[in-house]
């Protein structure tokens, strides 16, 4: 998923967790830790604590609750404030052994609810309660995730456990959307809910998500670069990627850079699903990428689409968009790949009108006859005398160009002072 790292600021060392991951726990032992590291408010160690990735081992596996009742148990003993999360959760991972995958993702969602309402009613702002909320929403849409792939192995192609967990986010987003100093979990739900509305194809959906944020940021002058970087990076690429579809590539071009710059280095993965977007948002404002960064995130799948609108080559751009349109159909991009063909008929104008220059020397004029860049746009793309001049005119008025075109005497009148206006002043 795209989200960075939690900040150092919320990693404070904790010899209890640290002694949990080297030794196979007791039961007891595992609800003394949580107590004592909720107690302290240490939300980070927490998520080591019960994370059986992060742990190296299927917790359970050491757990021995003696014939009691595991929910309970946990209840009792993982204290009075937040002892009834670790009875839910230990009771999903129960169910997860035991191959229960539907009672886990009730399990799971009961807890996550459970533990948004700890959180609501939390003194000041609960930051520290949020890595293991996000870590509890990760697990319920793996959960639904998993369900779901299993009934579309059965000939069933639907959706139904993620789109139940959907309207648990949606109860979730409106508990959490009236709480003003809860802001950090609120944002997170978002981003789960524009997770799965991506998944879902209901991109309609995500436009009331983010009014709503955007309606708290004028009330109460909340900024979400403020947030902790695994929300707030989060935030912000699905934010852009939804400008992305919905092609507007300016404020996709400022979410998803932000984004980019703030996702820390060493999350190359992360980084990569950014640029996907943002690479497509560049090329379409006139940013050509360096073959550097492209080759640094594996991006080959641009490499000669940017060679191709460096050199003019509509040749190699249809040839490159042919091999590579079931990949940006896929990823929802291939509508603004496309419109890059306007890019590459702007650089073939401007390399014509450079070598028809060049060849008249000293007496090179504004003024040039069409007949070069017909024969041209004809061996390059197929078009006709009437094509060329309706290719040149849209360039001309659409600001890539600037000049006029002379039907009655066959010429294109370029203007003495940049003939060719970059990027940011073309009509986008």
């Not at 600021?9 to 030794?23: T, V």
């Not at 007791?26 to 590291?37: I, Q, T, V, Y």
């Not at 169910?95 to 939390?122: F, N």
């Not at 299993?150 to 309207?167: C, F, G, H, I, Q």
Request: with cysteine; net charge positive; proline share 5%.
């Amino acid at each position: 998923r795209p989200a960075a790292p939690e900040p150092a600021a919320l990693e404070p060392a904790c010899s209890a967790a640290a002694a949990m991951a080297r030794a196979p726990p007791s039961l007891g032992a595992l609800c003394a830790a949580f107590r004592r590291l909720a107690e302290s408010e240490e939300g980070v160690q927490l998520v080591h604590l019960l994370d059986p990735l992060r742990s190296g081992k299927v917790l359970l596996r050491d757990l021995h609750p003696g014939g009691r009742n595991l929910e309970e148990f946990g209840a009792q003993q993982g204290g009075e404030a937040y002892g009834q999360a670790l009875g839910l959760y230990l009771a999903c991972l129960q169910a997860k052994a035991d191959g229960e995958g539907v009672r886990e993702l009730e399990l799971l969602c009961t807890c996550l609810k459970t533990w948004v309402q700890m959180y609501i009613e939390a003194e000041g702002t609960g930051l520290w309660m949020t890595p293991w909320l996000i870590f509890l929403c990760n697990a319920a849409r793996m959960a639904a995730t998993q369900l779901d792939q299993a009934k579309r192995s059965e000939a069933t192609s639907s959706d139904a456990y993620l789109k139940k967990l959907v309207e648990i986010h949606r109860e979730l987003f409106q508990k959490l959307n009236k709480e003003r100093t809860k802001r950090a979990g609120h944002v997170w739900v978002c981003c789960e809910l524009l997770r799965a509305y991506f998944k879902l194809g209901q991109i309609s959906q995500c436009s009331f998500l983010l009014t709503a944020v955007s309606q708290s940021l004028n009330r109460d002058g909340f900024n979400p670069t403020e947030l902790p970087k695994a929300i707030s990076v989060t935030f912000f690429y699905y934010w852009g990627k939804h400008c992305v579809f919905t092609h507007n590539l300016r404020d996709a071009d400022e979410k998803l850079t932000w984004a980019f710059n703030n996702c820390p280095s060493k999350c190359k993965g992360n980084r990569r699903k950014i640029l996907l977007y943002l690479v497509p948002c560049k090329l379409r404002l006139g940013v050509l990428p360096t073959p550097d960064l492209l080759h640094a995130y594996d991006l080959a799948i641009f490499v000669d689409i940017v060679r191709a609108i460096r050199e003019g080559n509509v040749r190699l751009f249809a040839e490159k968009m042919e091999e590579h349109a079931a990949d940006f159909i896929k990823m929802g991009t291939y509508l603004i790949m496309m419109k890059l063909k306007f890019t590459v008929l702007r650089s073939l104008t401007r390399n014509v009108h450079r070598e028809v220059r060049r060849q008249k020397g000293d007496n090179a004029a504004h003024k040039l006859d069409i007949q070069p860049f017909e024969s041209v746009f004809s061996w390059q793309d197929g078009c006709d005398a009437d094509e060329t001049a309706c290719i040149i005119s849209n360039l001309i008025y659409q600001g890539a160009v600037k000049g006029y075109l002379s039907h009655e005497h066959r010429k294109i009148v370029f203007a003495k002072d940049a003939p060719f206006p970059p990027p940011s002043k073309w009509r986008v």
